[in-house]
């Protein structure tokens, strides 16, 4: 028998700014880094965890290939997320044997952490810091990125037009499902009678 999945949320923006500021402040330099590149980048984990110092490092943009896709994607680079790169790079240099080639999410065996890793630290990070997310996961990212978006544009169809294309979608009825506009919706009409 299969077991119902429960849809995972995204955070609020202003959830993720004050996590990734006392992350930042209690010196957890690799969290705040994972949570702060894949809350402004919207990439899947897949691709997140294979970056290397190298791709965003003193740059203006990210250019990679999507492993899901096969699709190139061009990312400018927001300059909150230098500051942090910067700052989180500075503190990695500190250690013995430093490369720019090195993942920016290595293990102790220099390769990138894994997904289920990050899906457990996650759940750790939340349940330390109070944030209430529904099934923490490291989708948790990616739909806080879509949300925000959303929510920047005042909720318009042309934000799920760029989500839909962002997320690789077939449609924006996809994408509009991916973040959890349905529930919400839904939800404000039984709050509103």
């Known amino acids: 028998m ?15 700014l004050g996590l990734t500021q006392r992350l930042k402040q209690d010196r957890m330099y690799r969290d705040y880094l994972l949570i702060t590149v894949g809350c402004y980048f919207g990439l899947r984990i897949g691709d997140l965890l294979w970056l290397s110092w190298n791709d965003i490092a003193e ?19 927001n300059a909150k997320v230098s500051e942090v790169v910067n700052l989180c790079l500075k503190e990695h240099r500190l250690k013995d044997g430093f490369s720019h080639n090195q993942f920016m999410f290595a293990n102790r065996w220099g390769g990138p952490i894994t997904i289920s890793y990050v899906n457990k630290r996650l759940k750790f990070l939340f349940d330390k810091y109070n944030v209430s ?8 990212l990616r739909k806080t990125f879509g949300k925000r978006v959303y ?23 996809i994408t509009r499902k991916y973040i959890g506009i349905t529930q919400e919706q839904i939800a404000d009409v039984y709050m509103s009678i």
Not at 66 to 75: D, L, P, S, V, Y
């Open 133 to 140: 997310v529904q099934n923490p996961s490291s989708h948790t």
């Open 2 to 16: 299969r077991r119902k999945q429960t849809a995972t949320s995204g955070m609020d923006w202003n959830t993720m």
């Open 59 to 77: 740059k203006s943009e990210l250019i990679l290939t999507e492993e899901k896709t096969g699709k190139r994607r061009k990312i400018t680079i």
């Open 151 to 173: 929510e920047s544009d005042n909720k318009s169809e042309r934000a799920l037009i760029y989500l839909s294309e962002i997320f690789s979608h077939s449609s924006i009825a």
